[in-house]
């Protein structure tokens, strides 16, 4: 389950970094969605 959390988190991370490469003023939308993301798989693991 870590792994799959680590490896999706990874797979997000480059995505984001490639569309900010390209749509670089979407870039606080992105980091907002990311974080929120993060914080959600966080907060399940914890539960």
């Known amino acids: 389950m870590i ?3 680590g490896l999706a988190i990874g797979v ?3 995505i ?3 569309i900010v490469m390209i749509f670089p003023k979407i870039l606080n939308y992105l980091i907002g969605i ?3 993301i993060v ?3 966080a907060i399940i693991q914890a539960l």
Do not use: E, P, R, S
């Open 34 to 36: 990311y974080l929120i």
């Open 3 to 5: 792994l799959a959390n």
């Open 12 to 14: 997000i991370t480059v």
């Open 16 to 18: 984001f970094g490639i």
């Open 39 to 41: 914080g959600v798989l």
